[in-house]
């Protein structure tokens, strides 16, 4: 088992940067890929993006490619999303998962969730 907690979550406006932080316990952290996603209100939850086990390894959604950076340290049991050039659209309930390998795997792959932050931009 993994238990996840993000954090970070506000209101900003738009062109704004802010950071996600997401932490885990449970399971060994490094041996996990993790990910990003968010829900907009009436949508339903999308990926954001991922990383590996390691951190070598990150993919994106279109939608926030060059924008948006998610890393980790594993020391910290800790990954983060950095969000910059926050637009409106951006809005919504991020959440945190954890894979059970060390790949990226489909989204149907992640198994772990955290309770969710809220990100409000304001244009």
């Known amino acids: 088992q993994v238990q996840l907690v993000e954090s970070g979550g506000g209101l900003v406006q738009h062109g704004d940067s802010l950071r996600l932080s997401c932490v885990a316990s449970?399971?060994?952290?490094?041996?996990?890929?993790m990910g990003w996603f968010r829900q907009a209100p009436g949508k339903e939850r999308g990926y954001v993006g991922g990383i590996s086990a390691s951190g070598d390894i990150t993919n994106y959604a279109d939608s926030v490619e060059g924008r948006f950076t998610i890393s980790r340290d594993n020391s910290k049991s800790t990954m983060y999303l950095q969000m910059n050039s926050l637009k409106a659209e951006d809005t919504g309930v991020y959440y945190c998962?954890?894979?059970?390998?060390?790949?990226?795997?489909?989204?149907?792959?992640?198994?772990?969730w955290g309770q969710g932050t809220q990100v409000t931009v304001s244009s």
């Open positions: 998962a954890a894979a059970l390998n060390p790949w990226i795997p489909a989204t149907s792959g992640f198994r772990f």
């Open positions: 449970g399971r060994a952290f490094g041996r996990n890929a």
